[in-house]
């Protein structure tokens, strides 16, 4: 049975805004108390340092903290790794950051192996924006205002992730290169320096503001030019109106998904509007002109004489458009003749009278009718044999 996951920064016992460093000294502190080396076996202990490991795994990545703070759980891939019985291997189990901790936790370097994850620029992830449009303003074309929220640059730091008044400096170890040469016996290894992370930079004092990851999240509004003739599924490319990339990385895009909504009269096929369309039986046996709506007007519909149920009439250019085709479609009205209800007295003897002359009249006058008798019949010829 599974449980709800808790909260990172409760299990480190730190605020929303804590520092990285001060997120750091939280996860050594929990390690020294339940690291399984230290607990002799104890499960529940274990259990806490698995869930405090994987909660610094998070934190102590700026995207990842990101991705947390928007979207809780589900915006990271991120689960602790097991533990086995006998002796613990923190080199074969553990990578970047953790490692380094638990060297100063329980002394001692690993030879060749001490080395952080890189923590390059990196682009800044893409937006969805889900825009709902009525079905005039997906034909005509719309202007439209959308409200969001997303990571900026740091107005404090610049994007620098430094204390006001101070900046980043060359990092001392690599030379401001970002990595290192390590030399293992024969072989010599560049891996990313442990000291800046790849940066080539280090910061002494972090911005207040941002905690030292260069960007915020603020509000946004944007006005959208919809182009004519947008359909549900669409999508707009906001070019670089997505989030701030990490450590100098380019912004994200912005990509708006176009809904439209249901229309009371009108469903959209390709570029064409189809409509139902019901007459009286009247009308459809004796022809003549209806008023019909269109999304720019009134127009007159002819109905030709001896119109049947299903037949589809066109109104030619009426329809939508494409923002790839400047052609417009057509308006499809699927007719329905209707049969008259709550007739009094006087008007069913006239139904009467008018169904005695048709059946008096050796024209056929109901040529559906003649055909699916014929069918009927072969069927059940069929069934005798």
């Known amino acids: ?48 340092f698995k869930e405090s490991k994987e909660a610094y795994d998070v934190l102590s ?40 901790i638990f060297a100063e936790v329980f002394g001692g370097g690993r030879g060749g192996r001490k080395q952080r994850s890189g923590s390059r620029a990196q682009a800044g992830a893409d937006l969805q924006y889900q825009l709902s449009l009525t079905l005039e ?6 202007t439209k205002s959308i409200h969001f929220s997303k990571f900026v640059k740091c107005p404090e730091c610049n994007g ?34 442990p000291n800046c992370r790849g940066r080539g930079e280090i910061i002494k004092e972090y911005c207040t503001k941002c905690h030292g990851q260069g960007r915020v999240q603020q509000p946004k509004t944007l006005s959208i030019k919809v182009p004519e003739g947008v359909d549900q599924g669409d999508r707009i490319r906001l070019s670089g109106e997505g989030e701030e990339g990490l450590h100098g990385g380019p912004t994200g895009d912005l990509y708006v998904d176009i809904h439209v909504q249901a229309h009371s009269i009108f469903t959209r096929r390709g570029n064409d509007l189809v409509c139902d369309i ?16 269109t999304l720019n007007g009134k127009v007159k519909l002819k109905i030709p004489e001896e119109t049947q149920s299903g037949k589809v009439l066109r109104v030619r250019g009426k329809g939508a458009k494409s923002p790839r085709s400047p052609s417009h479609g057509d308006i499809l009205c699927q007719v329905s003749v209707e049969t008259p209800i709550k007739l009094n007295k006087k008007q069913k003897a006239l139904l ?7 059946q008096e009249d050796k024209v056929d006058h109901s040529p ?6 014929h069918q009927a019949k072969k069927f059940f010829e069929n069934l005798a044999t």
Request: charged share 30%.
């Open 278 to 293: 019901p007459i009286s039986f009247v009308l459809a046996a004796l022809g003549g002109e209806i008023e019909i709506p």
């Open 160 to 193: 620098s992730g430094a204390k006001k008044g101070s900046k980043p400096i060359k990092c001392p170890d690599c030379d401001g290169v970002g990595q290192i040469r390590m030399q293992q016996g024969f072989f010599s290894v560049q891996q990313t320096c």
């Open 352 to 358: 009467e009278e008018f169904e005695q002359s048709l």
């Open 368 to 373: 559906q009718r003649a055909s699916w008798l």
């Open 61 to 100: 990545d700026p995207q990842k903290r990101s991705a947390y703070d928007q979207f809780g759980h589900a915006g990271v891939n991120q689960s602790a790794g097991g533990f086995g019985g006998g002796g613990f291997n923190f080199d074969d189990i553990f990578g970047g950051d953790v490692s380094d």
């Open 1 to 48: 049975m599974s449980t709800k996951k808790k909260d990172y920064y409760e299990l480190l016992g730190v605020s929303k805004d804590a520092a990285p460093e001060e997120i750091k000294k939280a996860f050594k502190k929990m390690a020294m108390k339940y690291h399984p080396d230290r607990t002799g076996g104890d499960k529940a202990a274990e259990e806490k």
């Open 137 to 142: 303003e997906a034909v005509r074309g719309a």
